[in-house]
C-alpha cells in the first residue's frame, strides 16, 4: 500500500468510517467489512483532504459538470465541483430509478464526471453514465473514493479511485460460519 492510500485508509479508520461486522451491501451482497462514508462526511476537513487527494488524479479528465448519485455521493460531489470551480446536480431515486429532477438537465455534449464514494459492482454509476448518455451529454469519467471490486469493475469510461480494495463477499446463501455467526446490520450508503 503506497502513502497516499495509507492516508486514505486512516481517514476512514479514525473517522470510524470503516466499519467491521456482519453487513448487506447494496448489492444485497454480505461482507464482514463495510464503508459508511457518512461517517467520514461529518468531518470537512477529512472530506475537504479526500476530495483534494481525489482531483489530484482527475488530470486530464476535462468536465464542466459533477453528477453524483444520491445519498453516497452528494457531499464528495460537491466538494469536488468546489474545488473544481465546476457545477454540480445529483440524481436521486424515483420508484428506485435514478433520475434527473429538480430542474436538472444537461446540454448536448456536455461533458460530465461522476462522482461516487463507494463502488461494489457499480450499479449506481452505470445508472448515472446511463442518464448522461440518455440526456445527450457525455460521460469524461468516474472518481470514487473506494473502488471494493479491487479494480475489476470495468467502465467504458476513464476511472479513478484513492483506494481499491476486495474485501470478500457472498449471497446470502453462502455466508462463511464465521460471518452467518454474527447479527447482520443494514447500515445504508
Do not use: W
Amino acid at each position: 500500500m503506497d502513502s497516499l492510500q495509507q492516508e486514505v485508509l486512516d481517514i476512514f479508520t479514525r473517522t470510524r468510517a470503516l466499519l467491521r461486522g456482519h453487513f448487506v451491501l447494496r448489492s444485497g451482497l454480505h461482507s464482514g467489512h463495510f464503508f459508511q462514508c457518512a461517517q467520514v462526511c461529518q468531518h470537512m476537513d477529512a472530506v475537504e483532504r479526500l476530495t483534494e487527494l481525489l482531483v489530484g488524479k482527475l488530470a486530464g479528465l476535462e468536465f464542466s459538470t459533477v453528477l453524483a448519485p444520491a445519498m453516497g455521493g452528494l457531499v464528495l460531489g460537491q466538494e469536488v465541483a468546489r474545488q473544481t470551480r465546476r457545477r454540480y446536480i445529483f440524481a436521486e431515486k424515483e420508484n428506485n430509478v435514478l433520475v434527473l429532477r429538480r430542474g436538472f438537465t444537461f446540454a448536448p455534449g456536455e461533458r460530465v464526471l461522476i462522482v461516487e464514494d463507494v463502488v461494489t459492482r457499480g450499479g449506481r454509476v452505470l445508472e448515472c453514465l446511463d442518464i448522461v448518455r440518455r440526456m445527450g451529454a457525455v460521460p469524461a469519467g468516474v472518481a470514487m473514493l473506494v473502488d471494493r471490486s479491487g479494480g475489476a469493475l470495468r467502465l467504458d469510461v476513464p476511472a479513478v479511485s484513492l483506494l481499491e480494495l476486495s474485501f470478500p463477499t457472498y449471497p446470502a446463501d453462502a455466508l462463511p460460519p464465521e460471518l452467518a455467526g454474527i447479527p447482520v446490520e443494514k447500515p445504508g450508503s
